[in-house]
């Protein structure tokens, strides 16, 4: 029989680490290493999985309720220490990394290997599939986000700002594009109608967003670009229509003076 981990609850030593030990569960009974007490296994292995339970509720707890992405990372971190495959901990830290993205797209790719590598076996698969939502909302929040930065008017600054666009939109089609297929395998390890329309959703949104990268989308010199193909991760643009450089300067100008 495989030892289990097992939290002391009696131990006074603050650090908690000290208070972990292994546990063999058919045993019966152990002793703390920290302060030598005697327990049952059971009561011991009880208590550190309540320790993590606590843990996972209040990364929770600081990512909806207090809204701090940051602070919650580090919280969800905490769990991965002592168990590095809770599939709660690693897709709670992927919110985390969508939300404090912004515009830095090495966020969003450090999440999507967190996600790829989740499995959702083992855990309850309501809480997974409520969590596969989130982070479904969270990247379209991101999208919206990357494209106020970058457009004045519904026109890209310039060409570098289109092809930031359209490199952050084509990474949040294949993340939602891997939700997608996982919840799928959910689906039919699960069957449930609020799945099946999730993921009817999600196929929608991912067609919406597709159509966008298939879009002619323009610079605020008035200069047309479509995307041609992307080489390495980085998007390749042709020029469709050629701008006026001074017509963003002049449009500016007349915007301030009738304010």
């Not at 919280?75 to 709670?92: N, S």
């Not at 992927?94 to 790719?109: A, E, N, P, Q």
């Not at 890209?156 to 700002?161: G, I, L, T």
């Not at 200069?223 to 500016?252: C, E, I, M, W």
Request: aromatic residues 12%; contains cysteine.
């Amino acid at each position: 029989m495989a030892t289990k981990k097992g939290l002391c609850p009696f131990c006074q030593n603050h650090r908690t680490d000290v208070r972990i030990f292994q546990v063999n569960p058919e045993a019966s009974t152990c002793f703390c290493p920290s302060c030598m007490k005697e327990m049952e296994p059971i009561d011991a292995i009880e208590n550190y999985l309540l320790y993590i339970d606590r843990l996972l509720s209040k990364a929770d707890n600081t990512l909806f309720v207090a809204c701090d992405p940051s602070l919650a990372y580090q919280e969800y971190a905490d769990v991965l220490e002592y168990e590095p495959k809770t599939a709660h901990a690693l897709i709670g830290r992927i919110l985390c990394l969508i939300y404090m993205g912004k515009v830095r797209s090495s966020y969003l790719k450090e999440a999507y290997i967190l996600l790829e590598n989740t499995s959702f076996k083992g855990c309850d698969l309501d809480v997974f599939t409520n969590f596969l939502e989130k982070i479904n909302t969270a990247l379209d929040e991101y999208e919206y986000a990357v494209n106020k930065r970058l457009t004045f008017k519904e026109h890209y600054y310039d060409e570098e700002c289109l092809r930031l666009y359209w490199s952050h939109l084509s990474d949040i089609v294949k993340m939602k594009e891997l939700i997608l297929s996982i919840f799928d395998n959910i689906n039919k390890a699960k069957p449930s109608e609020s799945r099946a329309a999730a993921i009817n959703m999600l196929e929608v949104s991912i067609d919406e967003k597709k159509r966008i990268l298939d879009l002619e989308a323009f610079t605020t010199d008035g200069s047309g670009y479509h995307l041609d193909h992307f080489f390495n991760g980085k998007p390749f643009l042709v020029k469709t229509s050629q701008g006026d450089a001074n017509k963003f300067k002049r449009y500016r100008l007349s915007t301030l003076n009738t304010n």
